[in-house]
């Protein structure tokens, strides 16, 4: 049963995406990705009280979430100065692209060869970019 | 661009998310999902809290009981939505979870409309449409490679 826990995911990011415009009305980025944490950390304690506080030892897994914290909190207060000025529809859909990012990354950096169905992807990504921005 | 003073700041989320798509997938090969969001979830907050240090001269941190709800339920959201969608990844496929969590778009878009009353220009309507369908391309072109 997979259906019903993507569409909720579906939904609620939905609702992560727009919130913040809201959040933005009253509070400038940085105030509202400070508040952000403490929601998210509502929902982390009671995982962590579930795992008894015993989290898993893993160097380099760890450096990695470490480092993958600091660039996610930077995006998202890039994000939130994008949301605070411009229109939800178009930034959203502009930010969700950043798949496209990876398959470029990875033609570049790890010379990997892409289909024709990721070359059409990052071909309308780009067009799409170019609409959006104009 | 005239008007467009969002492009920027849009286009660094875009790249910096880009950046690190790849690093859960690499962390989820060594810990266990749950793990995951704990971690996160404490880096999130402590990386949070170093960034009030650069707004200090702007006045820290601001209060607005409104604003505060708003940006904790956003929290939340972000944490509950990561939980359903690896919830739905222990039974289903990633490029048929990923296909539907990945339209999130339309949500926010919806809602905006709803709420908002945002306009759009036929030429974002189409940006916006060209953008989703490439999301599907890029996860369809994900399914067709395994």
Known sequence: MWLLPALAALFIWGFWAFLPKLALQSLDPH???FYESFGNMLVALPIMFHLKFKLQKDRKAVSMLAGSAVLTVLAILAYFYALKTGPVAVIVTLTALYPVISVILARIVL????N???IAAVLMAVS???LLAA | MT???WFLPAMMALFTWGVTAF??????RRLKPLQMIAYSSCFFMVTAFV?????LDQGGVQFEPRGVALAMATGCCG???QIFYLQALKNGSVAHVSMISSLYPLIATLLAFIFLHEPMTIRQGVGVLLGLSSIILLVVANDSKK
């Open chain 1, 128 to 130: 799409a970019m170019l």
């Open chain 2, 23 to 28: 690093l859960p997938k690499l962390v989820l």
């Open chain 2, 51 to 55: 960034v009030q240090l650069f707004y």
């Open chain 2, 79 to 81: 944490a509950f939505g």
């Open chain 1, 31 to 33: 105030s509202v990705i």
């Open chain 1, 111 to 114: 010379k990997e060869k892409l």
């Open chain 1, 116 to 118: 024709k169905v990721q």
């Open chain 2, 3 to 5: 008007d467009n003073q």
